[in-house]
Structures are given as C-alpha cells and as structure tokens.
T-cell receptor, first 114, second 112 residues
C-alpha cells in the first residue's frame, strides 16, 4: 500500500481566514513533504519533516506554518494568505532520504484564496 | 539554480504509437524518479532508477538511467488514451538530502 491521503480535496478561503490542510500516511515512512504546484508548473518543495522534525524550509513565508504531530500526520496551517497563494498543495512521504527511497504523493488540496 | 529540462515540452501522438521523452541535468544525479500527473491530481510514481545504465520496465513503460548520470529517458510503448497527462522526472538535488527537484514536464496528448 503506497497511499497518502489529503484533506480537504478543495478549499476556498478569504485572506483573513485561518485554515489547515491535513496529510496522513500509514506506510511507516519517516519523511514527509509539502509541495506547492501552480498550473502547468512542476511541484516546488516547501517543507520537509524527517523523523517528525523540520528538516527543510525553503524560505516559505510565515503565513504557511507546518506541523508534524506524529510520524503519520502532517499539517499545513494557513493564515492571512494572498490570492497568489492559490495553487495545488501536495503532500508526499518517503521511507527515508534519497538516493535510496522513493517518494509518494497524495492527491492534493486545491486551494483558492479570494 | 539547478534545473531539470524535459524534452519535448508537449507532444501529440496517435493511439498505438511509441513515445520517447528525456530529462537532462547540468549536474550528476544518483536517483531518477519518473511520475505521471493527471489534471488536478497528485503525481503518481511510475519508475525509480538508482544506478547508471539501469533499464527498468513497468508494463508498457521503460525508463533508463543515463550512463553520464546527467540524463534519463522514458519510453511508452503502444500508447493508449489513458496515457494522457504530464510526465515529470525528479531527483534529489544532493545525495542524502530530502531536497527533490522536478523537471519541467512533458505533456502527452493521445489521439484516438
């Protein structure tokens, strides 16, 4: 089973709202990732958690706040977003670091900021 | 910055035709991953390559890890309509880190 689940599937929020995206995997993977993908572009790495600790933050604005409550869950808290933050947000997981491990993606959350 | 370039950018093919695409880098990679993404969905891993010269198949898909370690190739044989989508190559920017980068993508359109 290589399933990564994400909720919600779609989210519309105003610029003053606070919302959260959720991601879950039950593959025993120890690394979890958040990516942002704009239309017709490749995914861009935002954050990486390794063994529940933040390992990489790709200079993401503080209005995006990641959280890893346990080894199976990953959240992305959103606050005071801008319309240009509208995108497909993808969660992924891998058993460990490259080069030896494959990365699996969830179906994504389509976020629209109004 | 580091970039993976995919070629062609897009292609139309007839159902039943074979398809070839490639991914090139200016620096060496130790892992190549090939993904397919349907509109509005997450990328699905097709093939993973770990060794220079390696040739790996997954059904009608065959991928190769270039011997220079700066490129990789994906072939699809006897294409069918459900092969439509965007194909991305990806790899870790630096071995041992979690920092993956993705190629620019090849958009495949199959004419029935």
């Amino acid at each position: 089973d290589t399933e990564v689940t994400q909720t919600p599937k779609h989210l519309v929020m105003g610029m003053t709202n606070k919302k959260s995206l959720k991601c879950e995997q039950h593959m025993g993977h120890r690394a979890m990732y958040w990516y942002k993908q704009k239309a017709k572009k490749p995914p861009e790495l935002m954050f990486v958690y390794s063994y529940e600790k933040l390992s990489i933050n790709e200079s993401v604005p503080s209005r995006f706040s990641p959280e890893c409550p346990n080894s199976s869950l990953l959240n992305l808290h959103l606050h005071a977003l801008q319309p240009e933050d509208s995108a497909l947000y993808l969660c992924a997981s891998s058993q460990g670091p490259p080069p030896s491990y494959e990365q699996y993606f969830g179906p994504g959350t389509r976020l629209t900021v109004t | 910055g580091q970039q993976l370039n995919q070629s062609p950018q897009s292609m139309f093919i007839q159902e039943g035709e074979d398809v070839s695409m490639n991914c090139t880098s200016s620096s060496i990679f130790n892992t190549w991953l090939w993904y397919k993404q349907d509109p509005g969905e997450g990328p699905v891993l097709l093939i993973a390559l770990y060794k220079a010269g390696e040739l790996t198949s997954n059904g009608r898909l065959t991928a190769q890890f270039g011997i220079t370690r700066k490129d990789s190739f994906l072939n699809i044989s006897a294409s069918i309509p459900s092969d439509v989508g965007i194909y991305f190559c990806a790899g870790p920017l630096t071995s041992g880190t979690y920092k993956y980068i993705f190629g620019t993508g090849t958009r495949l359109k199959v004419l029935a």
